[in-house]
């Protein structure tokens, strides 16, 4: 770690894992000037992060190309000014030209603050947007662009120009200075996106690039580093042959397996991960009750989608279409658009609620959502000539829409209509212009009761713009003038552009002239929101999620705004989530990657389990299997051993009557919200109590994967050395699982059951009572300490109190430590006799763990275990000794 700098501002964590692990020492020196580092303009903190990219810099992998660096820093930690300073030393170093990728065309004002904050505002940043195609521009600095730019293209004067081939011919041949990818979790799609290939021909055709990625999320999955060509993980002269080979070993590997692979890389250097400490901020999940206005309206809706899926089946029937893949992906596209619209509308009400409360507290509010609903105004306008007289629901346009532009009246002009010989084609077409016009009359009914665009409804709800600072990529809103009377205006203000008009609008609300902003993941990069020690708004930030982004990516973005460094309190952060079994599905995606990213954490993934949406992520195994039980038993094919709800009206028939029904649904947790409320609630709620009964199953038999699994040992040995180059030792662990007395005495102290306590068993062994189970002492707790039933009962046990069974505990605590129950009841035991290890009933286990730079040799490890064992699965598990010395492996 470096020693220069002066301290960051702000408490900043690493995982447990990686915190395991030391970093390479440090052979760079950096060219910074002395006075940005003395001055404070970058931390010691972020100066690590350039140093180790830098040195990273100066290494050639085995295919020719220059290795490259991951920033992995959390958001609010500085990932900007870190950037910044490496662009900064490369400029001194000669590198005069740079690359910086980035999301969004306005964060190129936030890059050329980082600059200037690190006083280095003699950098010029040219933004590529502004540039025209035939431009080869050759002015020095940095060259700004989107991800989106990599893929454009123009034939303007019957030329065929690409951005790419611009940036290529900017850079010049030979090109060695610094490409940086922020936020690069944008190109996780690599191969099926010409976005992705364009990141990964980029860095093909600059082979002797100083590549930097930096993401927050980057390294949380391992299919989303594919686009990570510079790190020298897979591909010539490592282990994996191809990206495909990486990936596989380690989705094999479990949970854990990625904690393993960033202490390798940041062993290896090329990889620097912190986060701001979650000290100070407050969590909670909000669960919103439905009132019954919004239950009948919900339930009205149900039927209505359920209708409509029957009468476009019909359609496509009659039609004799063939290939359906296009309707239905925009029919259930639709079908969840539009209850995920009915589900944040739920909880406007209640927001707004919680919202004045706590501003009444003296606090401020910051709101995120995704969906801003422009799109289903936009479609009103244009159908009303530009006029607008009344708020709009963006729900009843998803389902007009739908049915508006994809009710099938006719086969594609690629295929055939095929006549039917009794009734002309155009009768055909008129019965089903007839049903089509049938269900538009049904949605216009509908959508006088739904819910109004979320977004307009709460700026209204709030006191109108001139209270609420929004913050979206959304040009035009919907506004109350007086009374019922509305309009539609552009959120331009004079004199500044549209693309302006955020930042204008996050300055009004750090200067506290407004007290709510409204985010969405048009500002979720880049904009920062804190109650910053620098402005007038101090406030403590109450950070409420009305609606979860769809990726865990974006999540972690949007919370990244109001916990950031220098601020003077930490925010609040509420979940709100209705009660609507099927919200659950929205949730259960950002809870997967969170409960691994540890992003609400203390830089601890395993802290989550308490505090965090883990509860609500069912995109694993046990999900699978879960729903793969209740299908079947509610088509009769097995006979659960989960009961259903017993709630439910009418009994189990009836719940396996009624669920039957809609047991079609192939997309459950998608389709889910398209039952009227109780169904659907029941029904998740049969889904999840089997989801509970399958992992509680897995732990009673030692099958659950928890990741990297923790402990205590008390002492261990090392054996090292050198496997395929790198250093791997064995660590050979020696685990007491001995419960001392006096903490099985407190224990049974808390005890409540008839049938719960000290038991002696009579099977005698000299003139002594002995207890008949070798794996246990005398104390048997149910549901704490398992034994089996077949064994108690070869004998009779007699319960006893504590005094009585002080003696016997503390005397085989004692033996059990180094002998075996061969010894305790035969005073002998053939295995050591013969020279073989025995540790049946010994409270010391022995264990051996293989630590180091794993990453390397799994396969090769995994081969042997698997000529061995027959398997080629390895726990990975992470061991403290008493004296606090950690170890990690498997």
Not at 84 to 95: D, F, H, P, Q, T
Not at 670 to 696: A, K, S
Request: proline share 3%; charged share 25%; glycine share 8%.
């Amino acid at each position: 770690m470096t020693t220069i700098g002066i301290s960051h501002p702000d408490i900043v964590v690493e995982t447990s894992t990686l915190s395991s692990v030391p970093p390479p020492d440090i052979t760079y020196t950096v060219s910074l000037p002395e006075s940005t580092i003395s001055r404070g303009f970058l931390s010691a903190l972020q100066l690590e992060a350039i140093i180790y990219a830098c040195q990273q810099h100066e290494v050639i992998l085995q295919n020719g190309q220059r290795a490259g660096f991951l920033i992995g820093d959390g958001a609010g930690v500085g990932k900007g000014r870190t950037v910044a300073g490496i662009i900064l030393e490369n400029y001194l170093k000669g590198r005069k030209r740079a690359l910086w990728f980035s999301v969004s065309n306005d964060l190129k004002y936030d890059a050329e603050r980082d600059l200037k904050d690190i006083d280095a505002p003699n950098i010029p940043v040219h933004a590529l947007n502004k540039i025209k195609y035939g431009d080869t521009a050759t002015s020095e600095g940095v060259l700004f662009a989107t991800y989106s730019a990599l893929i454009g293209e123009s034939q303007a004067g019957g030329q065929h120009r690409t951005r790419l081939k611009q940036i290529l011919d900017w850079c010049k041949p030979n090109f060695d200075g610094v490409i940086i990818f922020d936020e690069c979790h944008k190109a996780k799609n690599a191969t099926s996106t010409k976005m992705g290939k364009a990141v990964l021909d980029l860095q093909s055709k600059l082979p002797k690039a100083r590549v930097v990625y930096a993401s927050a999320t980057g390294a949380s999955e391992p299919k989303n580093m594919i686009y990570m060509s510079r790190l020298g993980i897979w591909g010539e002269g490592t282990p994996f042959k191809a990206f495909e080979d990486f990936l596989h070993a380690i989705e094999k590997r479990g949970v854990g397996a990625m904690e393993i692979v960033a202490m390798d890389m940041k062993v290896s250097g090329m990889y620097i991960a912190r986060q701001l400490s979650f000290s100070g901020v407050s969590f909670r999940i909000e669960e919103i009750a439905l009132d019954n206005e919004f239950k009948l309206v919900y339930n009205k809706a149900a039927r209505l989608w359920a209708e409509t899926l029957a009468v476009f089946l019909k359609a496509a029937d009659t039609l004799g279409l063939v290939s359906r893949k296009s309707l239905w992906g925009q029919f259930w596209s639709s079908h969840q658009r539009f209850f995920k619209y009915l589900c944040i509308a739920a909880k406007v009400r209640r927001l707004v609620e919680l919202a004045e409360t706590e501003m009444k507290q003296g606090k401020c509010i910051v709101i995120g959502l995704q969906s801003t609903g422009e799109a289903r105004t936009r479609e009103v306008l244009d159908e009303n000539d530009g006029h607008l007289d009344r708020f709009v629901s963006a729900a009843e346009r998803v389902f007009h829409s739908l049915v508006q532009k994809h009710f099938p009246l006719e086969k594609p002009k690629r295929d055939k209509p095929i006549r039917n010989k009794r009734k002309p084609f155009f009768i055909c077409t008129a019965k089903l212009e007839e049903l089509k016009q049938g269900l538009l009359r049904k949605i216009s009914d509908l959508g006088k009761e739904l819910p109004l665009n979320t977004l307009d409804e709460l700026i209204d709800r709030f006191g109108g713009p001139e209270r609420v600072a929004e913050m979206t990529g959304r040009k035009g809103r919907v506004v109350r003038i007086s009374g019922d009377c509305v309009r539609y205006e552009s959120r331009a203000e004079q004199g500044l552009t549209i693309d302006h008009v955020n930042i204008r609008e996050k300055e009004r609300f750090m200067g506290g002239e407004k007290l709510v902003a409204i985010i969405s993941e048009a500002a979720s990069s880049g904009i920062s929101l804190q109650a910053d020690k620098r402005v007038v708004n101090q406030r403590r930030r109450v950070h409420m999620t009305l609606e979860l982004p769809w990726s865990a990516d974006r999540a972690i973005q949007q919370f990244g705004r109001t916990h950031r460094s220098n601020q003077v309190t930490a925010p609040e952060y509420i979940f709100l989530i209705s009660e609507l079994a099927g919200e659950r599905r929205f949730a259960s995606i950002v809870a997967k990657r969170l409960e691994s990213l540890g992003a609400l954490t203390h830089g601890d993934r395993r802290a989550t389990e308490s505090r965090d949406l883990s509860r609500f992520n069912f995109e694993n195994k046990y999900g699978t299997k879960a729903l793969d039980k209740i299908t079947k038993a509610i088509l009769g094919y097995i006979k659960n051993t989960v009961p259903p709800p017993k709630e439910y009206p009418g009994g189990d028939a009836m719940f396996f009557r009624g669920m039957n029904h809609n047991c079609t649904i192939s997309k459950f947790l998608n389709r889910i919200l398209g039952l009227e409320v109780h169904r659907q609630n029941f029904l998740f709620q049969y889904f999840t109590d089997n989801f509970d009964h399958l992992i509680e199953k897995d732990k009673k038999e030692g099958k659950y994967d928890m990741g990297i699994l923790g402990g205590s040992f008390i002492y261990l040995w090392h054996r090292f050395f050198c496997f395929a180059h790198m250093c791997v030792f064995i660590s050979q662990i020696s685990v007491d699982r001995g419960l001392p007395w006096d903490e099985a005495h407190q224990k049974a102290d808390t005890l409540s059951g008839d049938d719960e306590g000290f038991y002696l068993s009579h099977k005698v062994q000299g003139m002594r009572p002995q207890n008949k189970h070798h794996e246990c002492t005398h104390y048997i707790i149910p549901h704490i300490i398992c034994f089996s039933m077949e064994a108690i009962s070869e004998v009779s046990l007699s319960g006893c109190g504590s005094i009585e069974a002080k003696d016997c505990w503390q005397t085989q605590y004692e033996f059990s430590f180094q002998k075996c129950s061969h010894a305790h009841w035969k005073g002998r035991c053939k295995q050591k006799e013969q020279g073989h290890e025995c540790w049946l009933g010994m409270r010391l286990r022995q264990y051996h763990m293989l630590c180091g730079s794993l990453l390397r040799v799994w396969k090769r490890v995994s081969d042997i275990v698997s000529d061995v064992t027959n398997s080629s699965i390895l726990q990975i598990v992470r061991l403290k000794t008493k004296q606090n010395s950690k170890q990690v492996g498997e």
